[in-house]
């Protein structure tokens, strides 16, 4: 997939002077003229309509989280003179100076660049700055903020080589997650404790921003001993996880685990799921009786169940990408177990600084655990995993490679759909008959126009940057099927153009005529 990146998405921002200016047919060299070929017709787009309800939070005192209701393809945001496009109805501005009020402008964008009125609002990093989220943690949360984040006395990281980065936030990074799947998996354990005054006996929180419209975060409380298998080795007993996508977000609980039948009330959240590069904090509140998913501090989900295990293991799963900011944990203080865990696919010699070596054998859906003496000199190979727990002060293993990446945010390629107005979709014939309906996704942003060809022949040729730089919207068109061609199939071909003159970005597809 090609995978573009929004200007100025997770700090780091491309920055530009905020200043549109209207672009008709011949307002410069590179302007594409509006071609539309006899027998297609555009579908109309509405006229952006200004946004509406702004409104303000932080989860660090230099940083904004705006959010406002609207529904257009994207949008425009301007502050401190400079300008920002966003996919979805948020944005996040790192690198504010605490005590200062910010004015942020918010216009709607139209699928061809058109801008709507602005919707403004102010506001101070400092007033909206919740300080009390980590009071029920137990130490400080982990900030993943820098090359040596994922240290390995705390984490055991389980992803392809070099799909690990660093992305710029405001004047620091955050590791950026751009693998198809990536699982961190804590050494700090959870032990549950007395209700608390929330009346909590223990809480997992994640602070994580999503990548594209296909991110997934679970975060996954385990048993021992199922924190020494990989994430894919086997479906874990007695786990309970949080599960966020960016439609929204629920708790997944063992179906073994006994329910209770405990009723708990859902706050009034706008939005609950993930947001491509904006971060949100959420909780994973873990009561005798329930566990509850908490978003920004406000109830999105609960699960009636009881957790039997008195001890946890935290684990992160990203699926799809993702900007992962901070984890933390509350419940018993316990400490840091350096834990190193080696796949036996050949002779292991055990290290000089281990306190406990065991070894791990899953076997039809069961784990079976077995001591193995420290004066062991090696273990032989099989089909097994060696679990050495290390001293306190020793270092296991080696730090994931953190390379930096440029800021913003992922979007995925074009899309191109057909489909009769009687219904039929490909991979049946279509009707030559009547109107086929072309839908065109575009996901790129500042590209010029885009083109659609029919079998070779340029039918449509639109601007997308009426009044600025154009951003990801949705395009139909109608073709009249006596247009389309007298062969048994049809090829439609779409090129997204870049307003620097680069190569296009293509989507084909291949409809059955009937």
């Given amino acids: 997939m090609d995978r573009r990146t929004l200007a100025g998405g997770l700090g780091g921002f491309a920055l530009v002077v905020a200043a549109v200016v209207a672009l008709r047919t011949g307002d410069a060299p590179d302007t594409l003229k509006k071609e539309i070929a006899d027998g297609v017709e555009v579908v109309a787009s509405q006229e952006p309509m200004k946004p509406a309800n702004a409104r303000a939070q932080a989860l660090d005192v230099d940083a904004l989280q705006i959010a406002w209701n609207g529904s257009a393809s994207a949008y425009e945001v301007r502050w401190n003179g400079n300008e920002q496009l966003v996919p979805t109805p948020e944005v996040e501005l790192p690198g504010l100076n605490p005590d200062e009020e910010t004015q942020v402008e918010i216009r709607a964008v139209s699928a061809t660049g058109k801008r709507s009125e602005p919707l403004a609002i102010t506001a101070k990093p400092k007033d909206v700055f919740n300080g009390k989220w980590d009071d029920q943690l137990v130490g400080p949360a982990d900030r993943f903020d820098g090359p040596e984040s994922l240290d390995p006395r705390k984490w055991r990281v389980e992803a392809e080589p070099d799909c690990l980065g660093l992305r710029p936030f405001g004047q620091g990074k955050r590791v950026d997650v751009d693998c198809p799947m990536a699982a961190f998996q804590s050494n700090t354990p959870i032990r549950f404790g007395v209700p608390s005054g929330d009346g909590a006996t223990g809480r997992a929180i994640i602070s994580v921003a999503g990548a594209a419209e296909s991110s997934h975060v679970r975060l996954t409380l385990l048993g021992d001993p199922w924190q020494y298998l990989k994430e894919t080795d086997a479906q874990p007993k007695g786990a309970v996880s949080l599960d966020i996508t960016t439609q929204g977000t629920r708790i997944i609980a063992d179906p073994e685990l006994p329910r209770t039948g405990k009723q708990v009330d859902l706050g009034d959240a706008p939005m609950t799921g993930l947001v491509a590069g904006v971060r949100h904090r959420w909780e994973m509140r873990v009561l005798p009786d329930a566990v509850v998913a908490l978003r920004d501090g406000v109830v999105v989900a609960y699960e009636p169940v009881a957790i039997r295990e008195p001890v946890v293991h935290p684990r992160i799963r990203i699926d799809g990408g993702g900007f992962l900011d901070a984890f933390g944990v509350g419940g018993v203080a316990e400490r840091v177990v350096?834990?190193?865990?080696?796949?036996?696919?050949?002779?292991?010699?055990?290290?000089?600084?281990?306190?406990?070596?065991?070894?791990?054998?899953?076997?039809?859906?069961?784990?079976?655990?077995?001591?193995?003496?420290?004066?062991?000199?090696?273990?032989?190979?099989?089909?097994?995993?060696?679990?050495?727990?290390?001293?306190?002060?020793?270092?296991?293993?080696?730090?994931?490679?953190?390379?930096?990446?440029?800021?913003?945010?992922?979007?995925?390629?074009?899309?191109?759909?057909?489909?009769?107005?009687?219904?039929?979709?490909?991979?049946?014939?279509?009707?030559r008959t009547g109107r086929v309906l072309v839908t065109a996704e575009i996901n790129a942003i500042g590209h010029k126009g885009i083109e659609l060809e029919l079998d070779g022949k340029r039918i449509v040729a639109l601007p997308t940057n009426e009044q600025g730089s154009a951003v990801p919207g949705r395009h139909e068109f109608w073709l009249d099927g006596k247009a389309l061609p007298s062969s048994s199939h049809a090829r439609l071909k779409l090129s997204v153009l870049p307003a620097d003159g680069g190569e296009p970005v293509i989507a084909e597809t291949v409809f059955q005529l009937g």
Avoid: C, F, Y
């Avoid at 281990?354 to 859906?365: D, I, R, T």
């Avoid at 953190?402 to 009769?420: A, E, F, Q």
């Fill in 338 to 431: 350096p834990t190193e865990v080696i796949p036996l696919d050949q002779d292991v010699a055990l290290p000089q600084d281990v306190v406990a070596v065991k070894l791990v054998k899953p076997e039809n859906g069961r784990v079976t655990v077995t001591d193995v003496p420290l004066t062991s000199a090696k273990v032989a190979a099989q089909e097994a995993r060696l679990v050495v727990v290390r001293k306190p002060e020793s270092r296991p293993g080696a730090l994931p490679r953190l390379v930096d990446r440029p800021g913003g945010i992922k979007t995925g390629s074009p899309r191109l759909h057909v489909m009769h107005e009687d219904g039929a979709k490909p991979p049946q014939p279509l009707p």
